[in-house]
């Protein structure tokens, strides 16, 4: 088998059996195969596309590249859950302890936020103490003990993404949809989950900004689970305004303690809800999505969930008075309000723009390796079809540097758009896709 007759093959629109994608995949990791040929293979790739088959038998060499997580120590289903990522999506810490508080067992690795998203890692470092690095047996123990267990991708999970995706940031082969796909799936599907539920974000501040595109990804990556015998559900949600209001570790981190006692942003209440039917559904084939429901609204207005979460955090060595008395949460010590200069109703927010401005600020990284200020961020306290007079409040700012704080400021501003005439909020949840259905606009 050579390199050259792959190439040749793709580049003419021919399908690439099973044994030619892992022979490409295999010997890349191994060093046996070179760049340029892996990134003639990723522009043919670009232009001629991949059929179903082919981005399924991608995404299990993917998988199998480096270890595959054994959580067969762990009793019952694992149900996984995850974002394409967004800017204020902290539904992490609010699913996974409403789910966990019912049955569910959550053994999830989570990476640190890169660019303009965030990272739940970064999030849960943010809480005093709380540690993210922790042994298989001690993972396992908590998820046997509590239900939940939350730590950092450490080991060595479907490396062959890694060095495919440090090759398309730099060829241009990102935007596909079959490598986009292989390249979400392949962590998951390493990471050893029964279930996984998707939250695919679309909107502007999302990785696909077009919905019909966000559609074929998330039906995508539901058929690649069920090719590989997983129960995968996707949720297509909006990322054209931040999740609830703040943007920030630390500030994400006190949202989601105000979301699990019940007073938090109907948006992200609204959609955590949902996510956590979902993954109780999975883990419970026989319970209907009403029912679903009711049960993760049970466990958020009850305290269950909260009183989960405090175990979770408890269990990981972090300071659980935070819950408590929320200003224990270390913010920026300077805090900025960003004041309206427009009368009328919001019509745009430019939700990346809002990420980057997290970076401008410390909160973000352009490289993985880069140091992070976890305290600082942005309470954008309106939403798109509010009206705001002139003057009015619409965002604080906590930093720790004038400079920076000054250009945050002029980046919200210009990040938001007016109109004179009334404009209809956003559609939160706009699809829910598993294997046998889409159903449209649930809320």
């Given at each position: 088998?050579?390199?050259?007759?792959?190439?040749?093959?793709?580049?003419?629109?021919?399908?690439?059996?099973?044994?030619?994608?892992?022979?490409?995949?295999?010997?890349?990791?191994?060093?046996?195969?070179?760049?340029?040929?892996?990134?003639?293979?990723?522009?043919?790739?670009?232009?001629?596309?991949?059929?179903?088959?082919?981005?399924?038998?991608?995404?299990?060499?993917?998988?199998?590249?480096?270890?595959?997580?054994?959580?067969?120590?762990?009793?019952?289903?694992?149900?996984?859950?995850?974002?394409?990522?967004?800017?204020?999506?902290?539904?992490?810490?609010?699913?996974?302890?409403?789910?966990?508080?019912?049955?569910?067992?959550?053994?999830?690795?989570?990476?640190?936020?890169?660019?303009?998203?965030?990272?739940?890692?970064?999030?849960?470092?943010?809480?005093?103490?709380?540690?993210?690095?922790?042994?298989?047996?001690?993972?396992?123990?908590?998820?046997?003990?509590?239900?939940?267990?939350?730590?950092?991708?450490?080991?060595?999970?479907?490396?062959?993404?890694?060095?495919?995706?440090?090759?398309?940031?730099?060829?241009?082969?990102?935007?596909?949809?079959?490598?986009?796909?292989?390249?979400?799936?392949?962590?998951?599907?390493?990471?050893?989950?029964?279930?996984?539920?998707?939250?695919?974000?679309?909107?502007?501040?999302?990785?696909?900004?077009?919905?019909?595109?966000?559609?074929?990804?998330?039906?995508?990556?539901?058929?690649?689970?069920?090719?590989?015998?997983?129960?995968?559900?996707?949720?297509?949600?909006?990322?054209?305004?931040?999740?609830?209001?703040?943007?920030?570790?630390?500030?994400?981190?006190?949202?989601?303690?105000?979301?699990?006692?019940?007073?938090?942003?109907?948006?992200?209440?609204?959609?955590?809800?949902?996510?956590?039917?979902?993954?109780?559904?999975?883990?419970?084939?026989?319970?209907?999505?009403?029912?679903?429901?009711?049960?993760?609204?049970?466990?958020?207005?009850?305290?269950?969930?909260?009183?989960?979460?405090?175990?979770?955090?408890?269990?990981?060595?972090?300071?659980?008075?935070?819950?408590?008395?929320?200003?224990?949460?270390?913010?920026?010590?300077?805090?900025?309000?960003?004041?309206?200069?427009?009368v009328g109703y919001i019509k745009r927010i430019d939700t990346r723009k809002i990420g980057s401005t997290l970076m401008t600020l410390g909160g973000g990284r352009e490289k993985k390796?880069?140091?992070?200020?976890?305290?600082?961020?942005?309470?954008?306290?309106?939403?798109?079809?509010?009206?705001?007079?002139?003057?009015?409040?619409?965002?604080?700012?906590?930093?720790?540097?004038?400079?920076?704080?000054?250009?945050a400021k002029k980046n919200i501003i210009e990040s938001i758009e007016f109109s004179d005439s009334e404009v209809s909020k956003k559609q939160l949840i706009k699809y829910i896709i598993?294997?046998?259905?889409?159903?449209?606009?649930?809320?």
């Amino acid at each position: 088998m050579r390199m050259y007759d792959i190439i040749l093959k793709k580049r003419n629109g021919e399908v690439l059996s099973k044994q030619e994608i892992e022979f490409v995949v295999n010997g890349y990791v191994n060093g046996e195969i070179p760049d340029y040929q892996v990134s003639a293979l990723l522009m043919a790739i670009y232009f001629k596309k991949m059929n179903e088959e082919e981005t399924l038998n991608l995404t299990m060499a993917m998988a199998h590249s480096g270890e595959m997580l054994d959580l067969s120590g762990i009793s019952g289903k694992k149900i996984d859950k995850h974002s394409t990522g967004g800017v204020g999506d902290k539904t992490t810490l609010i699913v996974a302890p409403i789910a966990a508080s019912l049955g569910v067992k959550v053994a999830k690795m989570s990476g640190r936020g890169l660019g303009h998203t965030g990272g739940t890692i970064d999030k849960l470092e943010s809480i005093e103490g709380f540690k993210t690095v922790m042994s298989d047996e001690e993972f396992i123990r908590h998820v046997n003990d509590i239900n939940i267990a939350l730590v950092s991708q450490t080991k060595n999970l479907a490396p062959a993404d890694k060095l495919l995706y440090a090759l398309r940031d730099v060829t241009a082969t990102v935007d596909n949809l079959s490598l986009i796909a292989s390249s979400i799936m392949s962590k998951k599907l390493a990471s050893g989950a029964d279930g996984i539920v998707l939250d695919v974000k679309t909107g502007n501040g999302a990785l696909m900004t077009d919905e019909q595109d966000s559609i074929e990804l998330a039906k995508t990556m539901v058929k690649i689970g069920e090719g590989a015998g997983r129960n995968v559900v996707a949720l297509v949600t909006d990322m054209d305004e931040p999740l609830g209001f703040a943007v920030g570790n630390a500030l994400e981190v006190e949202e989601a303690i105000e979301t699990l006692k019940g007073r938090g942003p109907q948006d992200l209440t609204n959609l955590c809800v949902y996510l956590a039917a979902y993954m109780v559904m999975l883990n419970d084939g026989n319970l209907s999505f009403d029912k679903a429901v009711k049960m993760a609204k049970d466990a958020l207005y009850t305290g269950r969930a909260l009183a989960k979460f405090r175990e979770f955090i408890i269990a990981q060595g972090g300071d659980d008075n935070i819950i408590n008395d929320t200003s224990l949460i270390k913010k920026g010590r300077i805090e900025c309000d960003v004041k309206s200069e427009h009368v009328g109703y919001i019509k745009r927010i430019d939700t990346r723009k809002i990420g980057s401005t997290l970076m401008t600020l410390g909160g973000g990284r352009e490289k993985k390796e880069d140091g992070i200020d976890y305290g600082v961020g942005i309470i954008v306290q309106r939403k798109i079809g509010d009206y705001v007079n002139k003057g009015d409040i619409i965002a604080r700012i906590y930093g720790n540097n004038e400079a920076s704080i000054a250009a945050a400021k002029k980046n919200i501003i210009e990040s938001i758009e007016f109109s004179d005439s009334e404009v209809s909020k956003k559609q939160l949840i706009k699809y829910i896709i598993t294997k046998d259905k889409i159903i449209k606009k649930l809320n």
